[in-house]
C-alpha cells in the first residue's frame, strides 16, 4: 500500500512539473512584463504616444532647420557685416603700419589681412619701382593669450631704369613665408598705468620663395618685441623692438649669398578721432651687423584706419625714407576681416 501511495505522489510531482514548464514556455521572458504593463495601460494614456505623435508630423527633410553647425557659421558670417558692438571688440590688426598689434586674435577667431605696396627707390644712377601684392596674414586665436599666425609678402614686381629715359628692366619674384605665433605677455592695468601692454611674435621665414631671387632658400628666425600705453581714451603710444636674421641671393652675377642680421625699433601713436576711425604716424629704424651696408635706414609714415564694421577694416598709408638711402616714398592700402 505504502509503495502505491509513493508511486501515486511521484507520478503527482512529474505531472506539476510539465504543467509548471508548459506554462512557462508560451509566456513572457525578462523583457516582457514590460509588455504585459502596456497592455494593461493600454485604455489610458501612453507616454510613448505623444512622441510618436510628434515624429510622424516631424517636418520632411528638406523642411529641416540648419544644423546648429550650420547656424554658427552662418551667424558668424552675418556678424562680420552686422553694424553691432563685437563682445570681442573691434578689430585689432598688425598692418599698416611696421609695428605689429601688441594684441592677439581672441580665442575661436579667425582674422584675414592683405593689401598693396607701392614703392619707389631712386637714386643718384637709377630709379626702381616695386609692387607688393598681397601682403596676406592669417591669424588665428589658438587660447586666450595665443595666436597662430602666418603673413606672405607674395609676389613683388620691380621695374628698373638704369639711366634717364632708358629703357626698364622687369624683374622680381616670389617671398618667403612667415610662420610663427604671437604671445599676449601682459595686459593693461588700469591701476599700473606705468606696465604697457606688451605681446611677443617668436616666428620663422620659411624658404617657400623657391628659387626666385626675393627668397633666402634658408630658414630664418625672427623675435619681435611689441608694447603700449594708452596714454588718454584716445591717444595711444606704442613700440616694437625685433631682431631677424637675413640671407639675401640677389647680389649680381657670380656673388655669393650674404647672411646678416637685422635690428629694428619703432615707436608709433594712434589717435582714435571717432569709433570707426583712427590716424597714426610712425617712425622706425633698421640697423644691421655683417652686411655689405651696415648704415641704419630711418623711415617715417602715416595714415588712417577705418572700420567698416567692427570686424572689418580699410587702410591706407604713406612714408618715406630719411636717410640717403632708403626708399624714397612708398605708399598703400589694405583690407582685414574677422570671422
Given at each position: 500500500m505504502a509503495r502505491v501511495i509513493v508511486a501515486r505522489f511521484a507520478w503527482l510531482l512529474v505531472l506539476a512539473a510539465g504543467?509548471?514548464?508548459?506554462?512557462?514556455?508560451p509566456g513572457p521572458r525578462v523583457a516582457e512584463p514590460s509588455q504585459g504593463t502596456e497592455e494593461a495601460e493600454e485604455p489610458g494614456p501612453r507616454v510613448a504616444e505623444p512622441s510618436q505623435g510628434t515624429e510622424e508630423a516631424a517636418p520632411s527633410q528638406s523642411e529641416k532647420k540648419p544644423s546648429p553647425t550650420e547656424r554658427s557659421v552662418l551667424d558668424r558670417l552675418c556678424a562680420t557685416l552686422s553694424q553691432e558692438e563685437d563682445p570681442d571688440g573691434p578689430i585689432n590688426t598688425d598692418r599698416p603700419t611696421f609695428t605689429p598689434s601688441y594684441a592677439v586674435v581672441p580665442r575661436g577667431r579667425?582674422?584675414?589681412?592683405?593689401?598693396?605696396?607701392?614703392?619707389?627707390?631712386?637714386?643718384?644712377?637709377s630709379r626702381t619701382t616695386l609692387y607688393d601684392l598681397p601682403e596676406l596674414a592669417m591669424r588665428i586665436g589658438l587660447f586666450n593669450r595665443v595666436e597662430l599666425r602666418t603673413f606672405w609678402l607674395g609676389q613683388t614686381w620691380t621695374q628698373t631704369q638704369s639711366r634717364p629715359g632708358g629703357p626698364w628692366r622687369l624683374g622680381g619674384g616670389l617671398s618667403d613665408m612667415e610662420v610663427g605665433f604671437k604671445w599676449q605677455l601682459l595686459k593693461a592695468d588700469k591701476e599700473k598705468k606705468w606696465i604697457p601692454t606688451t605681446g611677443l611674435i617668436t616666428s620663422i621665414y620659411a624658404p617657400t620663395g623657391g628659387t626666385s631671387v626675393l627668397g633666402s632658400h634658408t630658414v630664418e628666425p625672427y623675435v619681435n618685441l611689441i608694447y603700449a600705453w594708452s596714454l588718454t581714451d584716445k591717444l595711444t603710444l606704442s613700440g616694437s623692438t625685433g631682431y631677424l636674421g637675413m640671407r639675401v641671393t640677389d647680389l649680381g652675377p657670380g656673388r655669393p649669398a650674404e647672411s646678416f642680421q637685422r635690428y629694428h625699433q619703432s615707436l608709433v601713436a594712434f589717435f582714435s578721432v571717432n569709433?570707426?576711425?583712427?590716424?597714426?604716424?610712425?617712425?622706425?629704424?633698421?640697423?644691421?651687423?655683417?652686411?655689405?651696408?651696415?648704415?641704419?635706414?630711418?623711415y617715417m609714415d602715416g595714415g588712417i584706419l577705418y572700420l567698416l564694421t567692427p570686424n572689418m577694416q580699410l587702410d591706407l598709408r604713406a612714408g618715406f625714407g630719411l636717410s640717403g638711402h632708403p626708399n624714397d616714398f612708398f605708399t598703400g592700402a589694405g583690407y582685414s576681416v574677422r570671422f
Open positions: 504543467v509548471s514548464a508548459g506554462a512557462q514556455e579667425v582674422q584675414f589681412e592683405s593689401g598693396f605696396t607701392f614703392n619707389n627707390e631712386p637714386t643718384s644712377v569709433k570707426r576711425t583712427t590716424l597714426f604716424y610712425e617712425w622706425y629704424v633698421l640697423t644691421f651687423t655683417n652686411a655689405v651696408d651696415n648704415r641704419p635706414t630711418h
